[in-house]
């Protein structure tokens, strides 16, 4: 029960081993799940419990390489997270799709799981580009999941070939708590997906307010994309959205450069420095574009 996007069989090497796998010579999922992922993926700690206790391996996996571990944190059931970590389960274990317990944690929402991966070892970066924790937290508009792996050291501007950076990522499907809190932590408002800004992807979406909170933070307006068109020739015209990007092309003004060259300082550290620096509530609320 993994995400389907970005699919990639993995390169196995060596043989593959009873303890691991409940049923070698059946691929499919459906044959090999066993009860003890069915707990996980249920939340049934007492189940899980007794089950090792049996004999079961709490790292056994399917044929596409799912954990009890994997299907816990899909299911964002931090008890059990909790108790399969402490039994041994393997932190970074990938399926063939790539996807790490972070990952799934990440897909859920589950900020109880991320940390408990966190804690224990998990690394923030994910194995593999095709299945990034980050990217899919940012996706799907789990903003305390994506801060939680900032603070332990995920990129902020992480670019992956097809899929841009986490704030093109944000910016794609219109999760604005996500922009904001990328955007306010420092991320790079200009990086593109194939020549493609996020002000581009933002603009084709006709999500004026999103535009608005680009342009705010430094979005170039004068960026082409591969067909060599400006955010704004992406308009509709004499909308309000045209008007909006006609109004900000040209030189920046002084207040906009104080703030935008204030916030380039402040850089990765600006989710903690605004509200700690000794400075007027006024001027904090200035830079956080309150």
């Not at 089950?51 to 079961?56: A, K, V």
């Not at 002000?199 to 307010?209: F, S």
């Not at 994309?225 to 308009?235: H, T």
């Not at 060259?261 to 830079?287: A, E, H, N, T």
Request: glycine share 8%; net charge neutral; aromatic share 4%.
């Amino acid at each position: 029960m993994t995400e389907n996007e970005n699919r990639q069989p993995e390169a196995t090497g060596g043989g593959l081993y009873r303890e691991y796998i409940s049923n070698p010579l059946m691929s499919d999922t459906a044959s090999d799940w066993s009860p003890l992922h069915d707990a996980a993926i249920h939340g049934r700690l007492c189940s899980l419990q007794q089950l090792i206790s049996q004999g079961h391996g709490v790292n056994l996996l399917t044929m596409n390489r799912v954990s009890p571990l994997h299907e816990a944190c899909l299911g964002g059931h931090a008890t059990c997270v909790k108790y399969l970590l402490e039994q041994g389960a393997k932190v970074d274990a990938a399926t063939i799709d790539w996807n790490t317990p972070l990952y799934n944690a990440c897909y859920s929402g589950s900020e109880a799981c991320v940390n408990l991966l966190l804690q224990n070892g998990a690394v923030p970066q994910g194995q593999c580009a095709l299945a990034s924790p980050i990217h899919i937290a940012a996706k799907r508009g789990h903003t305390k999941c994506m801060t939680t792996l900032l603070n332990h050291g995920a990129l902020i501007d992480y670019n992956v070939t097809h899929l841009g950076t986490p704030l093109y990522v944000a910016c794609e499907n219109q999760q604005m708590d996500c922009v904001k809190t990328l955007l306010n932590s420092g991320a790079n408002v200009n990086t593109s997906k194939n020549l493609e800004s996020p002000l581009h992807v933002a603009t084709k979406n006709l999500d004026t307010q999103l535009v608005n909170l680009l342009l705010e933070h430094g979005a170039d307006t004068d960026a082409k994309n591969a067909e060599g068109k400006r955010p704004v020739e992406l308009s509709l015209p004499n909308s309000s959205l045209e008007k909006l990007l006609l109004q900000w092309e040209g030189p920046l003004s002084l207040k906009q450069l104080c703030r935008l060259y204030i916030g380039k300082c402040l850089g990765y550290s600006r989710p903690i420095s605004v509200s700690k620096l000794s400075i007027p509530q006024q001027l904090k609320d200035f830079l956080c574009y309150r």
